[in-house]
């Protein structure tokens, strides 16, 4: 799944087979948003601090967290989020979905056996109050997702299996293996995969077209400071246009006339030039090379599946981002992006992890740098002031006047993560001739990691050395 695609996470509880992924979303692409109470936000930068290393201080900068609070309404891209606690081992939340005229319903993991939630207020386990919580479950909800295991932390799928068979064909069971699903069930069994989605039929808002367009900004990190001014006039001149599998999208050697965002699908960028293939997806942008330079089109761009994107005509595009801190990143991005600049990425052991979005931002913030003779990049125990990438030539690496390591084309300098918690350098890296480098000052990547928060600790076991 295009991590772009995601931009929230619920967080229930923290047993790992609920939390592991909230860490791995977190390290990818984008600053994310957490729904979850403060109980549970605790317990998971408490638990992912002690298996990192990493204090609860720098976890909480890698993503956006939105307190909840039980009862209460939060709304997510239009749809009423409520949650409530369920009955577990470990605090953990629940919660219902309205949006037009469905419904649905998520237990998360939950005890849900009526004669165990009766045992527990009759010794006094909980209380009346909490009692009655647990048995106002909304079953009236169109869609029940409800998990069953083995008792006692979980529901046994017997007692699901009792209810009446109207209601069991609204619930959707899952935590369990097929082979202890019932036979000859109302239940259905839900299976795991995109291509088991489930989709509830809905009518599109009245403003679901200028939604969509709007969330293509949002998903543009270069247009985070638009005016509202600016982004009615993004609405107004952007135009749908959808491509086969299999079309020319643009064809080398040709005049340009529009600029392109991605909307759905990927195109494959055509440039024999490209050791590997560049593929760009949703919220990606092509075809603004042409326009800003006044040049011919110089790569053709495939439609590898369906794809919609939103195209901007260039006299708009021009008007559009006059002005704009997109204008300075796309003019700098031209300046400096050539199929070099993409092989020596797609290469890299470090940067080859990045997604094609992150690949192309750090491509808009590098400067070519060319040093003769020899000389020190950086000193131990000196603030890490650039990040560097090897074109050509080779560095030494050393701790304390003895050799570490060498380093060589597409090797990086200056440790991500050390350089986002501004720490100082470990280790002194020198050159003893000709060297040609890509860099980025300090405050281009801070300004790249403050929106990428987790690739630095993503790379962070990736550097054989860390500076």
């Given at each position: 799944?295009?991590?772009?695609?995601?931009?929230?996470?619920?967080?229930?509880?923290c047993h790992a087979?609920?939390?592991?992924g909230?860490?791995?979303?977190?390290l990818e692409e984008?600053?994310?948003?957490i729904?979850?109470?403060?109980?549970v936000m605790?317990?998971?930068?408490?638990?992912?601090s002690s298996l990192?290393g990493?204090p609860?201080?720098?976890?909480?900068?890698?993503?956006?967290?939105?307190p909840i609070?039980?009862?209460?309404p939060?709304?997510?891209?239009?749809?009423?989020f409520?949650?409530?606690?369920t009955?577990?081992?470990?605090?953990?939340?629940?919660?219902?979905?309205?949006?037009?005229?469905?419904s649905?319903?998520?237990?998360?993991?939950?005890?849900?056996s009526?004669s165990?939630?009766?045992?527990?207020?009759?010794n006094?386990?909980?209380?009346?109050?909490?009692?009655?919580?647990?048995?106002?479950?909304p079953?009236?909800?169109k869609v029940?997702?409800?998990?069953?295991?083995?008792?006692?932390?979980?529901?046994p799928?017997?007692?699901?299996?009792?209810?009446?068979?109207?209601l069991?064909?609204?619930?959707?069971?899952?935590?369990i293996a097929?082979?202890?699903?019932?036979?000859?069930?109302?239940?259905?069994?839900?299976?795991?995969?995109?291509?088991?989605?489930?989709y509830f039929?809905t009518?599109?808002p009245?403003?679901?077209?200028?939604y969509?367009?709007?969330?293509?900004?949002?998903?543009?990190?270069?247009?985070?400071?638009?005016?509202?001014?600016?982004s009615?006039?993004?609405v107004?001149?952007?135009?749908?246009?959808?491509f086969k599998?299999g079309a020319m999208i643009i064809?080398?050697?040709?005049?340009?006339?529009?600029?392109?965002?991605?909307?759905?699908?990927n195109v494959?960028?055509?440039d024999?030039k490209?050791?590997?293939?560049?593929?760009?997806?949703?919220?990606?942008?092509?075809g603004?090379?042409?326009?800003?330079s006044?040049?011919l089109?110089?790569?053709?761009?495939?439609?590898e599946?369906?794809?919609?994107?939103?195209?901007?005509?260039?006299?708009k595009?021009?008007s559009?981002?006059?002005?704009?801190?997109?204008?300075?990143?796309?003019?700098r991005?031209?300046?400096?992006?050539?199929?070099?600049t993409?092989?020596i990425m797609?290469?890299?052991?470090?940067l080859?992890?990045?997604t094609?979005?992150?690949?192309t931002?750090?491509?808009?913030?590098l400067v070519?740098?060319?040093l003769?003779?020899?000389?020190?990049?950086?000193?131990?125990?000196k603030s890490?002031?650039?990040?560097y990438?090897?074109?050509?030539?080779?560095?030494?690496v050393?701790?304390?006047?003895?050799?570490?390591t060498?380093l060589?084309?597409?090797?990086?300098i200056?440790?991500?993560?050390?350089?986002q918690r501004?720490e100082?350098a470990r280790?002194?890296?020198?050159?003893?001739?000709?060297?040609?480098?890509?860099t980025?000052?300090r405050?281009?990547?801070n300004?790249?990691?403050?929106l990428?928060?987790?690739?630095?600790?993503?790379l962070a076991?990736?550097y054989?050395?860390?500076?």
């Amino acid at each position: 799944v295009n991590p772009k695609l995601i931009d929230s996470i619920i967080l229930t509880h923290c047993h790992a087979d609920h939390d592991a992924g909230t860490l791995q979303k977190i390290l990818e692409e984008g600053k994310i948003t957490i729904y979850s109470t403060k109980t549970v936000m605790t317990s998971f930068l408490k638990k992912y601090s002690s298996l990192t290393g990493e204090p609860v201080s720098y976890l909480i900068r890698l993503f956006n967290f939105h307190p909840i609070y039980l009862g209460k309404p939060v709304y997510m891209h239009g749809g009423e989020f409520i949650f409530f606690y369920t009955l577990h081992s470990i605090p953990t939340i629940g919660f219902t979905l309205k949006f037009q005229d469905q419904s649905f319903v998520y237990s998360s993991d939950h005890q849900g056996s009526p004669s165990v939630q009766r045992q527990l207020l009759e010794n006094k386990v909980i209380d009346r109050d909490r009692y009655l919580q647990l048995q106002s479950f909304p079953w009236n909800s169109k869609v029940i997702y409800h998990e069953a295991g083995v008792p006692p932390l979980h529901t046994p799928v017997s007692f699901l299996n009792s209810l009446p068979r109207k209601l069991q064909k609204r619930i959707y069971v899952y935590h369990i293996a097929k082979k202890d699903f019932p036979k000859n069930s109302g239940l259905n069994l839900a299976t795991f995969g995109i291509e088991n989605t489930l989709y509830f039929k809905t009518k599109p808002p009245a403003y679901e077209d200028t939604y969509q367009i709007l969330s293509v900004l949002k998903h543009l990190d270069f247009f985070d400071d638009l005016t509202v001014e600016k982004s009615q006039e993004f609405v107004s001149i952007v135009e749908e246009h959808h491509f086969k599998k299999g079309a020319m999208i643009i064809r080398k050697g040709m005049p340009g006339e529009y600029f392109y965002i991605i909307r759905s699908g990927n195109v494959e960028i055509k440039d024999e030039k490209l050791i590997i293939s560049k593929i760009l997806g949703t919220y990606e942008y092509f075809g603004e090379g042409a326009l800003l330079s006044e040049t011919l089109r110089s790569a053709d761009v495939v439609a590898e599946t369906e794809v919609m994107t939103y195209a901007i005509h260039k006299d708009k595009f021009f008007s559009f981002i006059y002005g704009t801190a997109f204008e300075k990143t796309l003019q700098r991005l031209i300046k400096i992006r050539s199929s070099e600049t993409w092989n020596i990425m797609a290469t890299s052991p470090i940067l080859q992890q990045l997604t094609t979005y992150q690949k192309t931002w750090l491509e808009s913030i590098l400067v070519p740098k060319e040093l003769k003779r020899r000389g020190t990049l950086i000193k131990e125990d000196k603030s890490l002031e650039q990040f560097y990438i090897i074109r050509e030539g080779q560095v030494a690496v050393s701790r304390k006047g003895r050799a570490v390591t060498d380093l060589k084309r597409g090797d990086v300098i200056g440790a991500l993560h050390r350089i986002q918690r501004d720490e100082l350098a470990r280790f002194t890296v020198s050159y003893k001739g000709n060297l040609s480098l890509f860099t980025v000052d300090r405050s281009d990547l801070n300004d790249f990691l403050e929106l990428n928060p987790g690739l630095g600790m993503k790379l962070a076991d990736d550097y054989h050395f860390e500076d």
